[in-house]
């Protein structure tokens, strides 16, 4: 199957998950992962209607998506991977949504940045590492609390949500159940969670963004 084929595939299935969870498909975006794929990969998805893409690096983004939103330009560019505080002016001059605030330093960057711009700015997400792995970046959860507050009141920075990566060997479901609960507690409505392996459990979980990837474009070299 082609990645257009794969694209309605994954979206069909998105809109079962969320009838059965009693919600509307439109309540799901899907974040269409295409790092490490070329533009004369991602062209075809795009032609297909596709128009919310996530990219892990900056610089590879910087490679590939001006020239590809100069074509399009009603692409959303999501950032899902860590983000480095000497690459924001570059990332807030990309992206339309960044999934990766994790750390004071970051977020003082972010607010730095910001001060500087008039009108466009990225929406922001707290990654949250549910759990608590050494290898991953995010906050802990019993820290999620206090560096929302820290990005609210210390930095002025809007937060829209919150983003989690699973252990890959665990039962995502509690991993989902934990972050929508501290969303639920701050106020916070967007849920980025679930990729191709277990976008459905999240959807049920009350994900508003998913992050699929390997499910279109095949897997990864």
């Given at each position: 199957m082609s990645a257009a084929d794969n694209l309605s595939f994954v979206r069909s299935e998105i809109a079962k998950a969320a009838r059965a969870a009693g919600r509307e498909p439109e309540s799901v975006t899907l974040v269409v992962v295409s790092k490490t794929f070329e533009a004369a990969d991602i062209r075809p998805?795009?032609?297909a209607g596709q128009r919310v893409f996530g990219e892990n690096r900056?610089?590879?983004?910087?490679?590939?998506?001006?020239?590809?939103k100069?074509?399009?330009p009603d692409i959303e560019l999501h950032l899902i991977g860590p983000l480095q505080t000497n690459k924001v002016k570059d990332a807030l001059d990309?992206?339309?949504?960044?999934?990766s605030l994790d750390r004071p330093s970051l977020a003082a960057e972010l607010a730095k940045?910001?001060?500087k711009r008039e009108g466009r700015r990225p929406r922001l997400l707290v990654q949250v590492?549910?759990?608590?792995?050494?290898?991953?970046?995010?906050v802990l959860p019993e820290e999620a609390d206090a560096f929302i507050a820290r990005c609210r009141g210390d930095h002025g920075l809007a937060i829209d949500g919150l983003m989690?990566?699973?252990?890959?060997?665990?039962?995502?479901?509690?991993h989902f159940a934990l972050?929508?609960?501290?969303?639920?507690?701050?106020?916070?409505?967007?849920?980025?969670?679930?990729?191709?392996?277990?976008?459905a459990t999240a959807i049920a979980f009350g994900a508003t963004y998913v992050r699929v990837g390997s499910a279109i474009f095949g897997h990864r070299a």
């Open positions: 998805v795009i032609a900056v610089q590879e983004a910087r490679g590939k998506w001006p020239a590809l100069a074509e399009v990309l992206f339309d949504v960044i999934h940045e910001f001060a590492n549910t759990g608590a792995e050494p290898q991953k970046a995010g989690c990566i699973p252990p890959f060997d665990e039962n995502p479901a509690p972050l929508a609960k501290i969303a639920a507690r701050n106020g916070l409505d967007q849920l980025s969670m679930g990729m191709s392996a277990d976008f």
